[in-house]
């Protein structure tokens, strides 16, 4: 589980030339945790949408301030403030796109998920129309 995420970062960084100090940085960070989140979710075989979606938020926040501000203060000498200052913005989106991968992609790859959220869905529905009055053969 260390290695994925390590080998996806480097072939990413060798892809788009840009491979350098910044990438066994990343490489690094983004491995430590995928381990963290393999090593949390091993044999939690009911782990549900909101503890992907908070591992989804937690890696993010770690690994953007990791390879954030503290990476650049010390590769490219930048002040820490400023590079914090800097990175919010960026996080704000990325938190926003892996929340959005984490709740598309999670129902496909966990059947008890995808179970969850449907018997969720079927619940919700049937409460807006019992507020709405609705005839159940419309559905």
């Not at 930048?78 to 200052?85: D, G, K, M, R, V």
């Not at 018997?119 to 009055?133: E, T």
């Amino acid at each position: 589980m260390l290695l994925f995420p390590v080998v996806a970062m480097v072939s990413f960084d060798l892809i788009t030339m840009k491979a350098g100090i910044w990438t066994v940085g990343t490489a690094l960070v983004y491995g430590l945790i995928g381990l963290a989140f393999y090593s949390y979710f091993k044999g939690k075989e009911k782990a549900g949408l909101k503890s992907y979606a908070k591992a989804s938020i937690l890696g993010v926040l770690f690994f953007d301030f990791v390879t954030g501000p503290i990476m650049s203060s010390f590769i490219f000498e930048i002040p820490f403030q400023t590079a914090l200052i800097g990175q919010i913005p960026f996080t704000v989106l990325h938190i926003t796109s892996a929340l959005i991968y984490t709740l598309i992609l999670a129902p496909v790859l966990n059947p008890h998920i995808a179970n969850s959220v449907t018997a969720n869905l079927d619940k919700q529905i049937s409460r807006v129309k019992m507020l709405i009055k609705i005839p159940e053969r419309v559905f």
